[in-house]
DNA sequence: ATGAAAGCGCTAACAC
DNA sequence: GTGTTAGCGCTTTCAT
């Protein structure tokens, strides 16, 4: 028999290279939980654990595995975790267009701040207002396997709609409230705010009152909501349409100048202008003031989404504003709801406009 | 012994059920390639195969597969796939801010779409200006394995600059152009921009000429390089002080109006003011508007960034534009070369701006 | 508090 | 053109 020492000399598993080698296949050096775990002379799962939960690691071996991690370098792969676990912490955002003008990105910004904070990544989807490719947009971020999807752009597509629905993955309809939603909704009523911006320069008494819109969805629903509200208030007759005017988007300043000369040529009586824009509103104002017209005296002007200087044009702007940032938090937190189970689906809450008072109105 | 047949009665492997279960762990159904497969009658690898690479399966066989990923409801885990190639077609760009008024928004969205173009998709985080927790930030972006970063806002922590060094990503640092690339760098400098205003305004006559910054880092580097030059022309005694004053970040309209006439009151000689914004061009235009002072006779004025509504302004606004569009798509391109190994860390590219002359100045 | 074994869903590599 | 085998790096599960 052999003496118990050969035991120690022939190890069933021979002794590895004390410090890692760099990875085979694409890219950048490759260090493993499994190269911090040898150095750190302990067991992968103990290292995992002191990465995702260090509560539960005594202090010493927490401070070896965090030793351990420096000298190698080691970078994290969650994508191998995410995938194992089946929690990708992964939230997709589509939006239209994230260009700087875009009115979404404070919402998304104040939206991507309370995920992180909830420890969700975001991505963003560009949709462009554009049905055309949206299933196969639906289909690459549903392949990357996010744990919930907003929609700050309205999906058209109904096969879009109808896989997103099959598919059953928790979903925040945004920004505008319209139709039923596919999962949840977080937003407000473009059609009220067109209605409540009419109601209002009705109470002010504007009798002749019209309507620069843009022509892109929501606000041809804000037009259609101001024109109803019009006629239900008797402020045109049977047949008489209500002036209106539809600026291509992303609108501009000088399309307010442009829409406002065309009304005012047309219609000289009218004494209020609802604008699709803050933008829009300057440039109204700018082309009231080249023709001699006092605001709000001879015309009452009021915009759309309380640009920052709204409060700054001469009158200041009587404007629309949305809360944005709550709106964004709101989508966050409804959607973290509904991928914990908390919240059901169907849920939909209004979050709301408010009509801001200024001196153009 | 017994019979043949009674093999069949008692299969090795038992049988498994047609059609997929759903998966146990979070979340949603989960089809894999295995039940497509197994539906499709065919192998894993020629699902894999007609997803990844359909020219190389017969037309047979492509068409059943996709029969039976159409009847499966079978969604794509491009993480798994990612995971075992190495290859997660994840290129992740930090911006200092993803707000509704971002100058960098521009250059994002023609990135994207450039990076989607070839096959990638993009993360956005935000950095906020805020060297901080930068170190986390980075730590957490490389964890999801991208195969190329792009700095949009400048990465300041040390640390987190060696650490980016280190582990020898592709990257590339974009917009401003200033101090030594970590990688490549694709970008216009803002201290020529500064320097090319004042000597545009010296050659338009201007012998006093002011500036309003902000005070964020490029906006003060655009004002330096303003100050330096106007020194250098000699526009200012030996311990006379350029006229200049800096607004906070993000400056809006307001601060236009604020700068001028905290300038104009001070020194009533300038005749040329040099603005952070075309915002803040515009407060200015209105500031001396005010004051009676004809624009572009008396005070000259230039913006930066050449905003929708500058050709708008009465009366048009002479400032600097940057084809934000050009730049994220030269971004794209390099990083992506950088990626194949086509082109060499350190390099380069300024890809510069233009003066816009309109009536302003 | 720590470790060992198994396997997530996919694709690389090779065989036919 | 298609199938087989192996294993990516991690976490789950169960054992100690």
Chains 1, 2 share one sequence.
Not at 8 to 29: D, Q
Request: aromatic share 4%; glycine share 8%.
């Amino acid at each position: 028999m052999r003496p118990a020492s050969v035991k120690h000399r022939v190890p069933a598993v021979p002794p590895k290279a004390p410090l890692p080698r760099p990875s085979a296949t694409a890219g950048t050096v490759s260090v493993t939980l499994a190269d911090v775990a040898r150095v750190a002379g302990v067991s992968k799962m103990t290292v995992s654990r002191a990465l995702g939960n260090p509560g539960i690691v005594s202090e010493a071996t927490l401070k070896r595995v965090q030793d351990a991690i420096a000298r190698t370098g080691y970078v994290q792969n969650i994508l191998a975790g995410a995938f194992r676990s089946n929690r990708t912490r992964l939230i997709t955002c589509l939006v239209p267009t994230i260009g700087a003008g875009s009115v979404f990105m404070d919402a998304v910004q104040s939206m991507s701040e309370e995920f992180k904070v909830a420890g969700y990544q975001v991505i963003l989807g560009q949709c462009e207002y554009d049905a055309a490719d949206e299933e196969q947009l639906v289909e690459g971020m549903l392949a990357r396997r996010p744990e919930g999807l907003v929609l700050m752009g309205p999906v058209h597509s109904a096969k879009a709609r109808r896989r997103l629905g099959e598919v059953g993955i928790p979903l925040v309809e945004a920004w505008a409230m319209a139709g039923k939603p596919i999962d949840s909704m977080v937003g407000f009523s473009h059609e009220q705010v067109g209605r409540d911006a009419a109601r209002y320069l009705f109470s002010k008494e504007r009798r002749r009152i019209a309507v620069i819109a843009t022509d892109e969805p929501r606000g041809i629903l804000r037009e259609q909501g101001f024109i109803k509200a019009a006629r239900k208030l008797g402020l045109t007759g049977r047949n008489e349409p209500v002036p209106h005017w539809r600026c291509p988007t992303p609108s501009r300043l000088r399309h307010g100048r442009q829409g406002a000369a065309l009304l005012l040529d047309a219609h000289p009586d009218i004494d209020a202008i609802f604008c699709a824009t803050d933008l829009v509103a300057l440039g109204v104002l700018i082309e009231a003031r080249s023709r001699g017209l006092a605001v709000p005296r001879q015309l009452a002007v009021v915009g759309f989404g309380d640009a920052d200087f709204a409060v700054d044009t001469d009158p200041s702007l009587t404007t629309v504003r949305v809360d944005s940032q709550a709106l964004g938090r709101r989508v966050a937190a409804v959607l973290i709801d509904r991928i914990e189970g908390v919240a059901e689906a169907g849920y939909v809450e209004d979050v709301g406009f408010t009509l801001i008072e200024r001196d153009s109105a």
